[in-house]
C-alpha cells in the first residue's frame, strides 16, 4: 500500500504541475524552456518522500534543479535534431501509465473519484509532459546508446570503491521449476464457445456490451471498465486477439476467437492511427479434476526420477516442462522485475512462492503443487531452491551481474556529463541567484552565455 501511494503521489504531482496556472517563480530558463521553483520543491520533497534522499534540504534542492536542467537541455537538444515522438506513441505510454493506476487502485471509477476528473481529462493534462519525457530518452539514448562496459572497467569500477562503501545485497534465491498444464477438454471448450456466442447474439440484438462485460468477464483488469483495454497497438496483443480486433469496424463484435488466455468475443471502439481502443469479454474453460489428478501424478513420478538422482533437474525441466518461459533456461524463473535476471530478494517473491521455498535447502524440491499459470489457468508445478545468498556485502564473484550494471550506469552518467560539458556553452542556461551557493556539478555561473 505505500508504494501505491508514492506511485500515486508521483502521478498526481506530475498532474499538479501540468496544470498549474499560478504566477511562479522562475528558477532556471534553458533555451526557450523555463524551470519554476515549486517545480524544484515538489520533485525534492517527492525524493524525501519516497526515501531516495535522507533530508529535504537546500543542498537537494541544488541537485534536483541541476538534474531538472540537464533534462531540459536535452530536450533542447531534441528538438533542435528534429527527434519526433508521434501523438501515438504519446497516447500510448499515456494509456500505459494510466491503466496502470486503474489497476493498482482498483478500477476507472476509483482512481477519477481519487483524483475528482475523468481519465481523458487527467490524460490532457499529462500529455505534453509524456510528450518531453519521450524526446528526452530518445536524446539520452543517443547520447549514451552505445556506452558498454568491459570485464577489465567493471573490475576496476568495483575495486575503485571503498570497502567501507560497497552496498549491501540483502538475501537472495534462484528458483528452478518444472510445469505440467492439463489439457482442456474439447467438451469444455464447446461449452465456453456456445456461452459466448448466445453473449454475443444478445449484443447483436441489442444488449450493451459494456454490461455483459462486467457481468460476464473473467478478465479482471478490464472487465470494471465495461470490457474496455483502452488505446493499443497490434505488438501490444497476442497475435490472434489483434488479427481479429484490428479487422474489424467500429462497433462491430467479432466472432469467438481463441488464444492462450481463453476465449473472447471483441468489440471495436475507435481507431486513431495505429492505436485502437476495444472492449473484450473473456471466458476461460476450466481443467476438469480428473486431468488435473493425471498432471499431479504424472509429475510427482517426474519428482522421483529427480530425487533418486536418475536424471538433474535440469535435464527433466529440459524434457518434460510444459512452461515455454524457463523450460530452454535449466527452469530457472526469470526476474523481470530484477532486471532479467535469475535472481530473486526474498521481498520480490509472490506469498506463495516464499512460503513454498523457504525452507528449502540448496538443491531440494517441493512436491508436486496445484498454482495458476499466468491468465488464471491451472497447472502443476515442483519448485527446485538452485542457490540461496545469505545478505552479504557485494563481492565480484557473487554479485558480477548487479555490480555490471552499476559500472554501466555510472559510465552512462559520465557520457552524459561529458555531453553536458561540450554543449553548455551552446545553449542558453541561465539559473536564479539564489541558488549561486550550490555545489554544481558544472560551473554555471562561472561561463559565457549565449
Known sequence: MRNLFLLLFTFF??????????????????????????????????????GYVESNDFNTLCSVLEE?????????????????????????????????FIQQI??????????????????????????????????????????????SEVKDFYHSIPKDSLPYIPAEIQIGQI??????????????????????DQILAGSKFSLKARIYSEDPGSAEQGGELGFLRREDLVPEFAGAAFSLKEGEVSEVIETEYGFHIIQLIEKRGELANFRHILMKPK??????????KKLDSIYLLI??????????????SMDEDTRNNGGLLINMAGGGGTKFSLDELDAYTYQAVSTLKEGEMTRPTVFEMHGGKKAVRVLYLVSRTEPHVADLSTDYQRIMQAAL??????????????????????????????????????????
Not at 287 to 296: C, G, P
Open 106 to 151: 482498483g478500477g476507472r471509477e476509483k482512481l477519477e473519484q481519487y483524483m475528482g476528473k475523468s481519465i481523458e481529462q487527467m490524460k490532457n493534462d499529462f500529455r505534453e509532459s509524456i510528450k518531453n519525457q519521450l524526446l528526452v530518452s530518445q536524446m539520452q539514448q543517443k547520447i549514451t546508446g552505445s556506452v558498454k562496459v568491459t570485464p
Open 68 to 100: 531538472m536542467v540537464f533534462q531540459k537541455m536535452m530536450l533542447a537538444q531534441a528538438q533542435l535534431d528534429s527527434l519526433k515522438v508521434s501523438d501515438d506513441q504519446v497516447e500510448q505510454e499515456l494509456n500505459r501509465r494510466v491503466q496502470y
Open 179 to 200: 510445469v505440467i498444464i492439463p489439457p482442456i477438454r474439447e467438451e469444455e471448450k464447446q461449452r465456453v464457445i456456445k456461452e459466448l456466442n448466445e453473449i454475443r
Open 287 to 296: 481443467v476438469n479434476a480428473a486431468d488435473l489428478r493425471n498432471a499431479e
Open 13 to 50: 504531482s506530475l498532474l499538479s504541475l501540468a496544470q498549474k496556472t499560478l504566477v511562479d517563480e522562475v528558477v532556471a530558463v534553458v533555451g526557450s524552456e523555463i524551470i519554476l521553483r515549486s517545480e524544484v520543491e515538489q520533485q525534492a520533497n517527492q525524493m524525501y518522500v519516497q
Open 307 to 320: 530425487r533418486n538422482k536418475e536424471i538433474t533437474f535440469q535435464k527433466a525441466a529440459e524434457l518434460y
Open 409 to 450: 550506469a555510472n559510465k552512462q552518467n559520465k557520457a552524459m556529463e561529458q555531453w553536458v560539458f561540450s554543449k553548455k556553452d551552446d545553449l542558453y542556461v541561465r539559473i536564479d541567484n539564489s541558488f549561486k551557493d550550490c555545489d554544481f556539478k558544472v560551473k554555471w555561473f562561472d561561463r559565457k552565455t549565449k
